[in-house]
C-alpha cells in the first residue's frame, strides 16, 4: 500500500469516527419531547400550582386546622399531587411518562370529585380547598390543566411507557 493509499485511509477512518461521535452527541428526546414548547409551560403551571396549593395548605393547617380540616387536607392532597405531576413531567427517567400519566389523571378525577361534593354537600367545605367548586379559586385552573396536560401526555407517549 502506497504512502498516499494508507493517508487516504487514516483519513477516512478518522471521518468516519467523528460523525459516528456526532450522531450519538446530539441530543436526545428521552422523554418525548414534553420539555419543550407547550411542555415546558404545562410543566411550569403545575410548578406554580405545586407550590401555591402546598405552602396555602400547610398555613391553613397551620393556622387554623379546626376550621375546615378536610378541605385543608384536601389542598394538602392536590399540592401533593401537582408536586409528583411537575417532577415527573420534568423527568427523564424511565417510568416517568407512566407516572405523570397516572398523577394527571388522579388530578383530574380529583377535581372532578371534590367539586362535585362541594357543590352537593357545601357543608363539608366551611373553607374552598384547591379543587373545591371545580377550581374555581385557581381560576378553574385545576379543572382545564389535566385534561391539556393528558392529550400532551398522549400525544407524546413512548411505546416503553417512559
Do not use: C
Not at 2 to 13: D, F, G, L, P, V
Not at 33 to 50: F, K, P
Not at 88 to 111: C, D, Q, R
Request: net charge positive.
Amino acid at each position: 500500500m502506497s504512502e498516499s493509499n494508507k493517508q487516504a485511509a487514516k483519513r477516512s477512518r478518522i471521518i468516519d469516527a467523528a460523525q459516528k461521535r456526532s450522531e450519538t452527541d446530539r441530543p436526545r428526546r428521552s422523554n418525548g419531547g414534553r420539555s419543550s414548547g407547550l411542555g415546558r409551560i404545562i410543566i411550569a403551571v403545575y410548578g406554580v400550582l405545586a407550590l401555591s396549593a402546598t405552602v396555602r395548605a400547610l398555613y391553613q393547617i397551620l393556622m387554623d386546622f379546626s376550621a375546615a380540616p378536610l378541605a385543608y387536607l384536601l389542598s394538602a392532597l392536590a399540592g401533593l399531587v401537582y408536586i409528583v405531576a411537575t417532577l415527573a413531567l420534568a423527568s427523564k427517567k424511565p417510568g416517568s411518562w407512566k407516572l405523570s400519566w397516572y398523577a394527571v389523571w388522579f388530578e383530574l378525577i380529583g377535581v372532578l370529585v371534590v367539586g362535585a361534593l362541594s357543590y352537593l354537600l357545601p357543608a363539608l367545605f366551611a373553607h374552598p380547598a384547591v379543587w373545591s367548586h371545580l377550581g374555581s379559586g385557581y381560576g378553574y385552573v385545576p379543572l382545564v390543566l389535566p385534561i391539556i396536560g393528558l392529550w400532551w401526555l398522549h400525544k407524546h407517549r413512548t411505546d416503553t411507557g417512559n
